[in-house]
């Protein structure tokens, strides 16, 4: 078995830490901050970011035996409150039947659990305060200087902005690509009102705006945690709005059913950072067969399908099989892992994106919701053979390659049946006439 350096103890790092000590590997992982479980430093003000947790991440949870105590933090969401600017906020469950949920979880909560999993699992050391600086050989800045260390692999699961990559680049053993969106996202804050949820607690809720939007998914304090999502630059944007009057006066006028719900929503807007957003590209993943990256450092997206978290964990999922298959032989292992995963990540990438167009716009039209209502009674009427789009990404585990695939020749297969149906109509109509 092989000595493996995890880089970052975040979602992916942690998760597979747990993966890869289950089968004999004696794992490092070396961590940048300090340990979430007792970090002096809270998390940083407007990044609380909550995630929504569904089938794909629940499905690894569960091989390890996770799921029960991560659920135990999470809140599940049936469906989208989608908020007009005025009149009332319209319910779309998410499944046919309804039943099924995403779940609301903090992203610090569960990376504390994971953590907490991966220190009690067998032969896996946890060294925070460990930026790593270099990679051949491995150097980690530390609080005491530098130290270096030895591995037999190398897996960088730290994050959109990965040293690791960042090392590969530098040696020209890598290229990538950073597409960022000309919008950013800022956090703000619904706090309980009377003790209790001041929004419906099932629901993820959405203030589609066209251009822009809001999202807020409640906590297990009974707040809701707010996100915007608006143009960084131009009128009505990040940029434009400083003020406090300003910032009261735009609430007023597009969000003004929360306004009153937002009692810090200046000090919030004002003191809250802008995150960006957007999605990374790089070749190869594996270099090698001993260096490789994993979750977002191979592959960040946008949080539109609220994907990311739950990619990365199939990527651990992935790479567990890959090793299963090779008999640990990491240098065929790590190359069939990213052959398996490249057009998948692909394709949630895109999907992703589409979904923003999607979720800031398209919610609000009385023709979407038209459509999802055709949607599920086509779901209804050809059970197993019509599944959404949204229910195939978020409720199972079918490669996201092949739910695109199957959603084009779905549609392709409505768009004939609709034809056919009008075209039948179009001849009996004229049979009629004569
Ligand atoms: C606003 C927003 C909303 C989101 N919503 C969702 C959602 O609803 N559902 C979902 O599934 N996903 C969502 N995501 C995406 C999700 O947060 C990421 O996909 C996920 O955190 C990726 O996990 P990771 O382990 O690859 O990276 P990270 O969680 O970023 O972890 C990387 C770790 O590496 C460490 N690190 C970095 N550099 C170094 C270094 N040099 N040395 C050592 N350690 C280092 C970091 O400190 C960190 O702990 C969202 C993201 C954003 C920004």
Redesign the pocket.
């Known amino acids: 078995m092989s000595d493996v350096a995890v ?9 597979l830490a747990c993966f890869l000590a289950r089968r004999g590997h004696a794992v490092t992982v ?4 300090s340990d ?1 479980r007792t970090a002096r430093v809270p998390v940083e003000r407007g990044r609380s ?6 089938e794909r ?1 629940l499905d690894a949870l569960r091989r390890l035996g996770l799921d029960e105590q991560v659920m135990a933090e999470a809140l599940p969401m049936r469906g989208r409150m989608v908020h007009p600017v005025r009149g009332a906020p319209d319910f779309q469950q998410y499944s046919v039947d309804g039943t099924r949920a ?1 779940n609301s979880i903090s ?1 610090a909560t569960l ?1 504390s659990a994971l953590v907490d999993a991966a220190a009690s699992a067998p032969d896996v050391r946890l060294l925070f305060e ?4 270099g990679l051949d050989p491995l150097v ?1 800045e530390t609080p005491q200087g530098k130290v270096e260390a030895s591995a037999d692999v190398v897996l960088g ?8 990559r960042g090392q590969l680049l530098g040696d020209g053993v890598l290229d990538e690509s950073l597409d960022f969106l000309d919008y950013g ?1 800022k ?1 703000l804050s619904i706090p309980p009102l009377g003790g209790d949820f001041a929004l419906p607690p099932d629901a993820l809720h959405i203030w589609p705006r066209g251009n822009a939007m809001m999202i807020a ?1 409640p906590n297990p304090d009974r707040s809701f945690t707010c ?1 915007l999502f608006w143009p960084n630059g131009g009128t009505e944007s990040f940029a434009s709005l400083s003020s406090p009057a300003a910032i009261e006066r735009h609430f007023r006028r597009h969000y003004p059913d929360v306004l009153p719900l937002m009692p810090t929503l200046v000090d919030d807007y004002q003191h809250n950072p802008v ?1 960006r ?1 957007g999605t990374v590209r790089c070749a190869p993943w594996v270099v090698d067969g001993r260096v490789g990256l ?5 592959h ?2 946008v ?1 539109f ?9 199939e990527d651990c999922v992935e790479l567990d099989r890959c090793l299963s298959e090779c008999g640990d032989d990491w240098t065929a292992a790590l190359p069939l892992y990213e052959s398996r995963r490249r057009a998948n990540v692909e394709a949630i990438a895109e999907m992703a994106l589409d979904n923003f167009v999607e979720m800031r716009d398209k919610v609000a039209s009385p023709l979407f919701r038209v459509g999802k209502g055709v949607e599920h009674a086509l779901e209804r009427a050809l059970p197993g053979r019509y599944v959404s789009r949204y229910e195939l990404v978020s409720f199972t585990t079918t490669p996201y390659a092949d739910v695109r695939r199957r959603v084009r020749r779905q549609h392709q297969a409505v768009g004939v049946a609709a034809l056919l149906a009008a075209a039948a109509g179009l001849a009996g109509w004229r049979t009629w006439r004569r």
Request: charge should be neutral; glycine fraction near 16%.
């Open positions: 880089v970052g103890a975040g979602l992916s790092g942690s998760l070396y961590e940048r901050r979430p970011i909550n995630l929504a947790l569904s991440g995403i992203r990376n460990h930026k790593l600086v980690f699961a730290d994050g959109a902005g990965s040293a690791v996202y956090e998914l996100t995150g957003l994993i979750g977002d450092a191979a960040a997206i949080p399908y609220g994907q990311g978290a739950n990619c990365a964990f």
